[in-house]
Every structure is written in structure tokens, then in C-alpha cells.
DNA sequence: GGTTGACGTGTAAGGATTTACATGTAGTTT
DNA sequence: AAACTACATGTAAATCCTTACACGTCAACC
């Protein structure tokens, strides 16, 4: 479901757009919480036009494109979601899982890997913080910016993640010496 | 190949258990990083027993229970995923999609459910903090603690998702107030 | 005039994941 | 003795997601 209600979310925050639009900002946007295929984008949007969640209006020269516009109905589809009370969070991390895994190996190639992956984890925070400034410097401070608490939530738990390779790597090289 | 490779380091890690200690302590240990229930991990394991990544043995009184045991070839694939360098890294956090969509609410109810989230974070960092109390309890400060790594992970990002809901919050209701 | 790349939409097959169904044992509480 | 909870394993169906296949337009560059 989540997707649906990510993809609605999107139509209502920045208004009509086509699959192929969706895709894109899913690839820029919300890449760190959220991610999917033109192939999987382009069957939900047709299964929320015929649920009524989204209207769809053909446009664009010759390039079959269609444009899909949130109606009423989704967007109470994405009030109930948000509000609903389902104790259940999905949270899937391949960084963190490999994290996880890097004590098996031995000391100084984990020590190593978590450096690396601190690294990486250096690069993306500098990706989100360029994003975070483009989008500051062309909104006022008080101008309501979607997607600015996904993006600062997104820094953050880029700067843990870094922060825990580091401090792990540490660890673990203390541990090798000894 | 996510799920499989996380239970061979469980396995690896904490040594030989059944599916049923796999799948609590998939509950009780990863939960912020990988969900899987047993439905999905009986039938993963019986498939890594077929590969020979795993050995099993029949134990057990009368619950037919089945201990899996990691083996080298088992070992050797998790190192050959943590150290590959796959570009690729899924994430998906359905409670960073909340952070995305809250502002479409109205900034009282928007504001409500950052607290709620707050609070469910508050909540499972207690669990947290008990569980690594009781772990440094019983072990000494140079014991190799594999699971201390991806406790204290989870305890940081627990802490950074209760401050950003709060600090969501904040920012929702003085929105709200102007 | 041809090639390349971005735009644009879709389907098919296979694997991953969740929910529900199904079964049975062992220990503890009432 | 019956009920309840934790232990313990599995399968079936449905959905979600990824990879690969497939088709066609438009604009720019060479």
C-alpha cells in the first residue's frame, strides 16, 4: 500500500504529473525512503484511476503522455494513512545490514570496510545537504517546503550511519591490536 | 538475497539455532534494519541447507526442531556480500514516508501524529537500552560482543527518529500558530 | 540523413514478502 | 481437567518489487 499512498502523495504535493514525472522524483526525491520502477509505477497508476483515487487526462503532442491529478478521494486515502495507527513500521536497510554483518570478518578488513562505508555515507550526506541548500535558497524560511522533513530526517540518519562506521571501525581496530 | 545473507550472519554470529530462534530474533535484534517472518525463513533455510551454505541436524525432544549450522561455504558467501561493492543499496522506511506526507495534513493533526510517532520511538528505545543493559551485564568490556554493534545502531537511530518527530512537531505547530 | 539520448508507456517473468491457513507439543495457570 | 501461552514447523495465495523485454516519439547533434 505504501507505494500508492507515496505516489499519491506526490501528486498532491506537486501537482499533476505523468508515470514518467513520478519516476524521476522518485529517483531524486525520495530515493533514500522510498524506491520504484516506471515498471511498477505505471500498473499502480492505472489501478488507482480505476479506483478513483487519481483522474487521469491524456496529453502531450504525440508522445502518448498522460497526466494524472489526485482527487478528494486520495487524498483522504492519504489522511487515513498517515493518521492510521498501524503499529507496524516497515524499514528495510541494505547499508545497515552490512553494517551488521562486518564484525564476521576479520578485524582489519571490517575496520576497513566500515571505513569505507563511512565514506559513502560522507558522500551522501554531502548530495542531501547540496539538496537541502538548493531548496533553502530558493523557498523563504517560512515558506511550507515539502519533502523538507523527509530530507532533514534523511541527513540525519546519514550523519548516524557515518558516525556509527566510524566509531565501529574504531572498535574494531582497537580489538585487532589487542 | 538480503534475507538470505542476514540469516547466515545471524547464524554465523550467535551460532547454531532453529528457525524459530532465527525469526524472534529477527523480532528482538534487526528489526530496524530487516523484517522477515517465518513463513519466509523456513523455507530460505531449507533452500541454503539445499546450496550446503548451511547444515541441518534434527533436535529437539518431541517439537521436531531443527538446528542449522553455518558452513564455510556459508561463511564465505557473507563475506563475498559485504565486501562486494554492490552500488545498489535498498532502503525503505515507512516511518520517513510519514515524515513526507505529515505536511498535507493540517499542521494541529500533522503535529499530533509526529508526537505519536515520538512516542512509539521513546517507547522501543527503552526496550533498547534494556536489552544492551542486560547484554553488558553479563559480558566484560573486551568480551567480542557481535550484536553489540547493530544494538547500538539501532539505539542511535532510535534516539535520531524521536528527535526529529519532535522536532517536527515543533516546527508543525509554530507553522500552525502563524 | 543517421545516430544518439531523453521522453514516454507498457507487459512478462521471476523472486521477495505478507497474510492466512494448518498442525502439533510442552509447560503453566485456573 | 481445561484453557492458555510459548514452542515449533510448514504451505498456499496474494501482493509487492525487480529485471528484462518491447514499442514508439521528439529534439539535437554530426
New interface residues.
Given amino acids: 500500500m505504501?507505494l500508492r499512498?507515496?505516489l499519491l502523495?506526490m501528486l498532491?504535493?506537486r501537482g499533476p504529473s505523468s508515470g514518467y514525472e513520478l519516476a524521476k522524483r522518485f529517483e531524486a526525491s525520495?530515493n533514500?525512503?522510498?524506491?520504484a520502477k516506471h515498471s511498477q509505477i505505471y500498473p499502480e497508476l492505472a489501478k488507482m484511476a480505476q479506483s478513483g483515487a487519481v483522474t487521469v487526462e491524456d496529453a502531450g503532442g504525440g508522445r502518448g503522455r498522460k497526466v494524472y491529478t489526485v482527487t478528494e478521494a486520495g487524498?483522504d486515502e492519504?489522511?487515513q494513512?498517515?493518521?492510521g495507527?498501524d503499529p507496524?513500521?516497515?524499514?528495510?536497510?541494505?547499508?545497515?545490514?552490512?553494517?551488521?554483518?562486518?564484525?564476521?570478518?576479520p578485524p582489519d578488513?571490517a575496520a576497513a570496510?566500515m571505513r569505507?562505508e563511512a565514506e559513502r555515507h560522507a558522500e551522501k550526506l554531502a548530495k542531501l545537504e547540496q539538496i537541502k541548500a538548493e531548496v533553502d535558497a530558493r523557498t523563504g524560511p517560512?515558506d511550507?517546503v515539502?519533502?523538507?522533513?523527509?530530507l532533514?530526517?534523511?541527513i540525519?540518519?546519514t550523519i548516524?550511519?557515518q558516525?556509527?562506521a566510524n566509531?565501529?571501525a574504531d572498535?574494531l581496530e582497537r580489538?585487532g591490536r589487542?
Fill in positions: 505504501s499512498i507515496a502523495g498532491a504535493s525520495i533514500h525512503i522510498w524506491q487524498r492519504i489522511v494513512w498517515v493518521t495507527e507496524y513500521r516497515s524499514a528495510r536497510n541494505e547499508t545497515a545490514l552490512r553494517g551488521f554483518l562486518v564484525p564476521l570478518l578488513q570496510v569505507d517560512d511550507p515539502f519533502g523538507a522533513y523527509a532533514d530526517l534523511g540525519r540518519t548516524v550511519l558516525q556509527w566509531d565501529t572498535d580489538r589487542s
